[in-house]
């Protein structure tokens, strides 16, 4: 299979190197675009091994699914660049925050098979989390290919569309989130004494362990965290202040926020006169 990342920024690269070290697809299957002016994106592709070019149609005709890996402001240009290349042999993925599958749609030819991709950028160390939704013109197997794509660089699952602004809000962001978490752990332990290299890896390590606790046990978080606290030792001392500070609604808050805007920006990101060509 050869794959085409239209965009060669953080989140193609995030994912063309996720799908090598994966071992199932080779750099030489994998080519990116990028404009002139973002060379450096191409020349950090080139240094995986990727083809790279300057012609987005260029991906069309080199690859059976491509990427779309664009800012959402950049989708309408790029579309319908692609659109005269693109044959309904090729499946079209868009990671665009906030975009929906009826406006791809409505600017590639008609039946365009479109999917809609929410991941995030623990792809690149093959602990993404990705969630589709599958177009209106989309073939039988064309789940299955996107999930065992995705599957090679993490968690993937197919969810109704409704629920990828939601995904973007959570695991999609989310990242974002957890690195600052970890960077305010590590703070913490600095200021108690600890070195700042050790700090960090010890909070990495927490965020790890409890994760694959969650997900390897199927015990409910609060149990778990419960194991953790015996009475009036350290823990719930720790977590009343987590709690006094509202950790878990300012949680609530930033994934409703960024849900929030991810719906926001695919309702302003694209103009109204939508191309729609025949194929
Ligand atoms: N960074 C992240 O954690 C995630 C990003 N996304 C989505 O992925 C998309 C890309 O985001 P990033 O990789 O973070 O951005 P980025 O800024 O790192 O990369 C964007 C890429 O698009 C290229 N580009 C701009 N105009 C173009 C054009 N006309 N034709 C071809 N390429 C063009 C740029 O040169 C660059 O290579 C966005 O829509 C974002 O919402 C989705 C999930 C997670
Ligand atoms: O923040 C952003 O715009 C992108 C979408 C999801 C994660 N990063």
Redesign the pocket.
């Known amino acids: 299979m050869k794959i085409g990342f239209?965009?060669?920024?953080?989140?193609?690269q995030a994912l063309a190197r996720g799908l090598i070290n994966s071992g199932r697809i080779t750099a030489e299957n994998i080519i990116a675009?990028?404009?002139k002016r973002?060379e450096l994106?191409l020349e950090q592709c080139k240094s995986m091994g990727l083809n790279t070019t300057h012609e987005?149609a260029e991906v069309v005709q080199k690859s059976d699914v491509i990427f779309l890996?664009?800012?959402?402001v950049?989708v309408s240009?790029?579309a319908s660049e692609i659109a005269p290349a693109l044959s309904k042999e090729h499946l079209v993925v868009s990671?665009?925050?906030g975009i929906t599958i009826r406006n791809i749609e409505s600017l590639l030819p008609t039946k365009s098979r479109v999917v809609r991709v929410?991941?995030?950028?623990p792809s690149v160390v093959r602990a993404g989390a990705s969630a589709f939704a599958m177009g209106s013109a989309c073939r039988d197997g064309d789940a299955e290919t996107v999930e065992r794509l995705l599957s090679t660089v993490g968690f993937a699952v197919e969810v109704p569309e409704i629920q990828i602004d939601p995904v973007t809000g959570l695991s999609?962001s989310g990242?974002s989130y957890m690195f600052s978490v970890i960077e305010g752990l590590a703070d913490g332990g600095v200021k108690v004494g600890l070195p700042r290299d050790l700090a960090i890896k010890l909070a990495a390590y927490t965020l790890l362990g409890a994760a694959k606790m969650v997900l390897e046990t199927g015990i409910h978080p609060a149990q778990l965290k419960d194991d953790v606290q015996s009475p009036g030792g350290s823990s719930v001392y720790g977590m009343h202040k987590l709690e006094s500070g509202g950790l878990k609604g300012i949680l609530i808050d930033a994934v409703e926020a960024a849900t929030n805007r991810s719906r926001a920006t695919g309702d302003k990101a694209l103009p109204r006169d939508f191309r729609n060509t025949e194929m």
């Open positions: 239209i965009g060669a920024g953080k989140m193609a675009s990028s404009p973002d994106f987005n890996a664009v800012k959402p950049h240009k790029v990671i665009a925050l929410m991941p995030n950028t999609g990242p």
